[in-house]
Structure formats: C-alpha cells, structure tokens
C-alpha cells in the first residue's frame, strides 16, 4: 500500500516515513518545494530507508500540486502545516493559507480520487485551556491564537467531509511531541540547546503552563495504529500519555541532568498574550487505547535522554544566541 505524507520534511513526518518504511510501506514524501532542493529531516535519513522512499516536491497551498501527489496513493497522511504560535500572531493570513486551504486541498482531492484513508493532523491547542482534565475528545474547542484557530477550522472541514461525502476521514491530535530534529522553537529543544551552547541563564516564557508531553516515536506509532483501525474512521482521536508537567518542573529537570549551575530567567518576548496563554493540558487516552490499543513505549525520562543526546551531536544546526520564533 502507498501512502502519502505531506510535511514529510518536517520533525514529525520524517519520523512517521522512517516507521511506514520499517513497517513494509511504500511511501511519497511531499516535501515544501526549495530551490536548493533540500528535503529537510528526510536529508538526514539513512539510504536503506530513502531507497525506499518517493520524493514529490509542491505546496499544501497548490490544489493542482496536492492533486497530482495524491494520484494513486490509497492513503495520506496530513501533516503540512505552519505551527509556530508566535508566528501566527503577526502573519496569521499565512496559517489560513496553509492550514485551512492546504487542509481543503487535501480534502478535496481526496474525494475526487477515491482515496481509501485520509487522517487531518490537528493539535492539543484546538482544546485551549483546560476546562476539566483529561481532556476527552468531547472538549470544547477555544481558539486561543491565530495557529490554534486555524487547526479548529481544519479539523472541522475535514468533520464535515466525512459527514457529508462520507470521505473516510480521521483527525489525529497529538499533544505536544519532543524528540530528536524538533527545532528550537519548541520548549524542549530550547532549553536543552541553550545548556549544551553553555549558557548559564536560560531564557523562557511563561514556567507555570503545564503540558503533556509525547515523545516523538510514540507519536508516528500513534498515526500508525490509528491508521491500521478500521474502527477510527470518522473519529477524532487524542494521542496523549495522560501525564503533565509544568514548563519550569521540565526546566529544572533539563537544568539537573546538563548542567546543575544554570538557572531559568524570564524573557519577555517569550510571553503569549495573557488571554492566549493555553495555561493546562493534560490529554486523556483512553479512546486511541479502546480502538488500537496503542500505549506509549517512552517514558518522559527515555525521551529526554534520546533528545539530549541528539541536539549534542547536531548544535550546528541550532541559533541558540537569538529567540527562535
């Protein structure tokens, strides 16, 4: 079976094509379209897995481009999207593009070729902040930032092709992954690349958030069993450990294992907005459970340690002397 996986170039997708092609799947990569033809993460994997892998290089954004890598295939996986939170505040006409648009790209094409599984990638930050905890998938949603916004109108586009064309959709919702090639602009990769650059004082936002962290393998083996269900098809579905941390307890953590000395300062820039400041997520599991039986494999602390060691053998790929937006 080929499947299709848009934002494969990414941190998540250059994972979820390593474990397709382990698991015996024939993969199309839809990679963001450069001049310098650069393939992002999938540059980094081993031969034995691009060999078998099939690049298509566009944009989400192109109906025409989408249209024509999803001839063929009998799935696609969803990932294209612009994920930055702060971003999306001062260019928030971009996420419509990409998220909404590319998402309806996909879609549509979708039902015009029959495609046999479509799974829409959305985000924890649909849910907003936690108005009770584990947060199910019956939670309302609240757009607390422009990104999150566009994820909502997404997931329900998709809703609405499964409801209306009977498109054999399924929106996949992860809470927040780490892991080796996730870039700066994440919690994780930040601070553990500032301690390793030796810096003394670690900058951060906000330290009383607290989040549910999936460790980045867990996540593309959640996609997978999602996939391999027959029973998930027209669902939405969590992939949480059902665990949480605040921002500053992973920060102390992070601070112990590299480097005891450091300590954590406030960088106003880092702030959201009060009123967007998603202040608790802690996901409930139990439905991806009921219906695949998948489980996380990592602990927090297996997960730290994978990443750690990483960022180590790649800062040169890290700007740990600016704000990585």
């Given at each position: 079976m080929?499947?299709?996986?848009?934002?494969?170039d990414g941190f998540i997708g250059s994972h979820l094509v390593e474990q397709l092609v382990k698991k015996g799947y024939e993969v199309k990569a839809?990679?963001?379209?450069n001049s310098f033809n650069t393939w992002g993460w999938l540059d980094t994997l081993p031969e034995d897995i691009m060999e078998h892998v099939e690049i298509f290089q566009g944009d989400v954004r192109d109906p025409n481009g989408i249209r024509v890598a999803m001839?063929?295939?009998?799935?696609?996986?969803?990932?294209?999207?612009?994920?930055?939170?702060?971003?999306?505040?001062?260019?928030?006409?971009?996420?419509?593009?990409?998220?909404?648009?590319?998402?309806?790209?996909?879609?549509?094409?979708?039902?015009?070729?029959?495609?046999?599984?479509?799974?829409?990638?959305s985000t924890s930050e649909v849910y907003g902040t936690a108005q009770y905890v584990p947060i199910d998938e019956k939670h309302p949603f609240q757009?607390?930032?422009?990104?999150?916004?566009?994820?909502?109108?997404?997931?329900?586009?998709?809703?609405?092709?499964?409801?209306?064309?009977?498109?054999?959709v399924t929106i996949v919702r992860p809470f927040n992954t780490y892991g080796p090639r996730q870039s700066a602009r994440a919690v994780i990769p930040t601070v553990i690349t500032q301690l390793l650059a030796g810096k003394t004082e670690i900058k951060l936002g906000a330290l009383t958030p607290t989040r549910d962290f999936n460790y980045v393998k867990d996540t593309a083996n959640g996609f997978i069993s999602i996939f391999e269900s027959d029973q998930t098809i027209g669902e939405e579905i969590n992939i949480a450990t059902q665990k949480e941390?605040?921002?500053g307890e992973l920060a102390e953590e992070l601070i112990r294992q590299i480097n005891p000395n450091a300590c954590i300062i406030c960088d106003e820039?880092?702030?959201?907005?009060?009123?967007?400041?998603?202040?608790r997520l802690l996901g409930c599991n139990a439905?991806?459970?009921?219906?695949?039986?998948?489980?996380?494999?990592?602990t927090?602390?297996?997960?730290?340690?994978?990443?750690?060691?990483?960022?180590?053998?790649n800062m040169a790929k890290y700007k740990t002397d600016i704000y990585n937006v």
């Open positions: 080929k499947i299709l996986v848009t934002g494969a839809f990679v963001f379209y001839r063929n295939v009998a799935a696609v996986f969803h990932l294209a999207a612009l994920i930055a939170i702060p971003f999306s505040y001062h260019s928030p006409d971009t996420y419509v593009d990409t998220n909404i648009k590319g998402t309806l790209n996909v879609l549509q094409a979708a039902r015009e070729l029959g495609t046999q599984r479509v799974l829409i990638t757009g607390q930032s422009p990104y999150s916004a566009t994820k909502i109108g997404a997931d329900r586009l998709a809703e609405s092709f499964y409801r209306s064309f009977d498109l054999p941390i605040s921002i820039q880092r702030l959201r907005p009060e009123k967007s400041e998603v202040n439905k991806i459970r009921k219906l695949t039986g998948w489980q996380p494999l990592y927090l602390e297996q997960g730290l340690e994978e990443t750690i060691g990483f960022l180590r053998n």
